[in-house]
DNA sequence: AAAAATGACAACCATTTGGTTGTTTTTCTA
DNA sequence: TAGAAAAACAACCAAATGGTTGTCATTTTT
């Protein structure tokens, strides 16, 4: 197994995934994002740790609070996959139309 | 850790990525999807048991053959999510702009 | 100055993940 | 009909994952 870290990999958690959510409405620090989830701070950190290493969010310190702030444009990485996968998935007959068309030319 | 299976946790693996790419131009049987992958056909089964759990592909049997043909709809819930949180996230200043206008009216 | 809050650091743990090899069954082909 | 091919089944393995608890340093608050 390599050593991933990746956008894919980021949002594949559930409770990263609420993070997100949670910080698409402003900046807040961990203990902040830790209200209403019901796992430990330090579990919470671990996940913002993640989120920080792909480029979903950044730190900036502010006394004793780490405040962590989304940064949402990594996500693009996920749209454009998905929307290049379905592209070609529409597109899939699209060679067997063209033989057909072309028998029936002859 | 709670019993996860869903699309998220399917597309984060690179691998079954490149298994959807593949398959998005048309069905495939196993074999033939374990092709230029530098892994065993029992690996590449395991990754289509996953992929095919999350409703991505469907299976058909043909002879000594399974057949596997992607069914890309799923993946609407991950477009679908990652379009919220990025509304959600460039509208984030609303509040702040209501507020801010507000103030000045007075 | 004392107490509380914030979070970093480290060690630990169970489960999941992504992979392996070996065996067996079924189906196709020479 | 004998052998090859496709894939299921099972057992195993190392590393990653998501979580825990405890200790410590630094800021705030009272």
Do not use: Y
Request: proline share 2%; charged share 25%; net charge positive.
């Amino acid at each position: 197994m390599i050593e991933r870290r990746d956008v894919f990999q980021a949002i594949a958690d559930p409770t990263r995934r609420m993070i997100i959510h949670k910080l698409s409405h402003g900046p807040l620090n961990i203990t902040q994002i830790g209200q209403d989830f019901g796992i430990s701070k330090q579990a919470i950190a671990k996940h913002i740790k993640i989120l920080n290493e792909c480029g979903l969010i950044t730190m900036s310190q502010k006394g004793r609070q780490q405040v962590c702030e989304a940064r949402l444009d990594g996500l693009d990485q996920v749209t454009d996959w998905v929307t290049e996968s379905r592209k070609l998935w529409n597109n899939r007959f699209e060679k067997l139309e063209a033989f057909l068309n072309n028998t029936k030319k002859q």
